[in-house]
Every structure is written in structure tokens, then in C-alpha cells.
């Protein structure tokens, strides 16, 4: 079982045994709870998205705190019409500007201002402690280390290739 076997034009598909099917639930249901989690844990207490909350802290980490609109949708693997929704609801708020590229008039930076800034270090407080209750208090050291190791081993062939924020850090 869970051998696929291909014959032209007829192909046999590899189903999950029940012990697969048990694990591929699980990690549906995490994959899907936990960032909803997270998500909530920021409306609630900033009335920003963890989206929201993944651009300010891309452009955080980027040189100058900016970053082509471009460069920040593949970092933040958005489309490039819903990241600039989202940027122009940030820059309403004070936190992001939209710049203009020196070298390509069709492009533009997205900048964090000071008040971004500002914003993202009181938001991240509160951020690593609903990721430390829903996610790294529920292992022990040795599990959420091996939860590293396991995602990395997922992550890895999964990359587009672009410059994604967490790239160097994984």
C-alpha cells in the first residue's frame, strides 16, 4: 500500500494509510488553527493582521527599513494588488510610506516609518507571548527543536527562490 504505480495513460494514486492520514490531519488542523490564533491575538489587542504585522517587521529587517513593492510581495508571498491594499492601509496609519524608485519610475518602496517602528516593537511583545502559549510552552525544549528541525526539512524545497523575511533565519 501507498506505492503509486504508473502505467500510461493510467496512473494509480498513492493513498495515505490511516497512521499518514492521522498525522496529515493533525498538521492540517495546527497549520490552520495556530495562524488563525496568532491572527486573532493581534486583532484583538492592536486591530492589525498578522499580515500587517509580517510587512512591518519584512521591512524592519530590510536595509533602510524599505523595500521594492515587489521585493516586499515575494517576501511576504502576497499579491502585488493585495499588498498594495494593505500598504496603502498602513500608510493611513502613519506606519509605512510609498516612495518612489530613483532608478525605475514604475516602481515604488515601501518605507516603515518611525511610528511603524515604534508600533512593531510594542506589537511584538505581545506577539512572542501568544507564540510562546499556543505554540512553544505546549512542547518541551527537545520537541520544539525537532518541530525546527521538521519544518526546515518541509520549508527547504518549498522556496521560491525569492527573498523570503525568514530565509536566513530558518
Not at 493581534?42 to 512591518?56: F, H, T, V
Request: glycine share 4%.
Amino acid at each position: 500500500t501507498g506505492v503509486q504505480t504508473c502505467a500510461l495513460p493510467i496512473c494509480m494514486t498513492r493513498w495515505l494509510n490511516e497512521d499518514e492520514q492521522r498525522a496529515w490531519r493533525a498538521w492540517v488542523a495546527a497549520a490552520t488553527l495556530l495562524p488563525d490564533r496568532l491572527d486573532r491575538d493581534l486583532q484583538e489587542k492592536w486591530g492589525y493582521s498578522m499580515a500587517d504585522y509580517i510587512i512591518l517587521m519584512t521591512l524592519s529587517e530590510a536595509p533602510e527599513h524599505r523595500l521594492r513593492m515587489s521585493e516586499l510581495a515575494d517576501a511576504t508571498l502576497a499579491s502585488r494588488s493585495r499588498l498594495s491594499h494593505q500598504i496603502d492601509r498602513l500608510r493611513a496609519d502613519g506606519l509605512v510610506d510609498r516612495r518612489p524608485c530613483e532608478d525605475d519610475r514604475r516602481g515604488a518602496y515601501a518605507v516603515l516609518t518611525p511610528a511603524g517602528l515604534d508600533l512593531l516593537r510594542s506589537m511584538s511583545h505581545d506577539h512572542v507571548e501568544s507564540v510562546r502559549t499556543h505554540l512553544v510552552d505546549r512542547l518541551d525544549p527537545e520537541q520544539f527543536t525537532e518541530l525546527g528541525r521538521l519544518s526546515r526539512e518541509i520549508a527547504e524545497p518549498l522556496k521560491r527562490g525569492k527573498g523570503w523575511w525568514w530565509e536566513e533565519r530558518i
